[in-house]
């Protein structure tokens, strides 16, 4: 089994910065990413990155939000900037143990229970 661990979310304006962090304890895991859903709409992928690094990104969130790992930590983090109401969801932390990196919901095996992310306008 794996548990995830999310924080960092939080109240922000339109166009600010927030740092999510998701920490993993138990199995040992090899590809994490960041799936976010906002009310009344389907869940959708952020970011994922490999145990060697290979990163995705959605297109929505490319150049402005950044996926990393700190592996002694078994922590993975998403930085994002310039952030949209729009954006405004519970943001999910997703662990596989899978060695081959995914950007489906499917691929992910564990779940973290998620960080509301408010964006004001």
């Known amino acids: 089994q794996v548990q995830l661990v999310e924080s960092g979310g939080g109240l922000v304006q339109a166009g600010g910065s927030l740092r999510l962090s998701c920490a993993a304890s138990?199995?040992?895991?090899?590809?994490m990413g960041w799936f976010r859903q906002a009310p009344g709409k389907e869940r959708e992928f952020v970011a994922a990155i490999s145990w060697s690094g290979i990163i995705y990104y959605a297109d929505s969130v490319k150049g402005r939000f950044t996926i990393s790992r700190d592996s002694a930590k078994r922590t993975v983090y998403l930085q994002m900037n310039s952030l949209k109401p729009e954006e405004t969801a519970v943001y999910l932390c997703?662990?596989?143990?899978?060695?081959?990196?995914?950007?489906?919901?499917?691929?992910?095996?564990?779940w973290g229970q998620g960080t509301q992310v408010t964006v004001s306008s």
């Open positions: 138990g199995r040992s895991t090899y590809s």
């Open positions: 997703a662990a596989t143990t899978n060695l081959i990196i995914t950007t489906t919901q499917g691929g992910f095996d564990y």
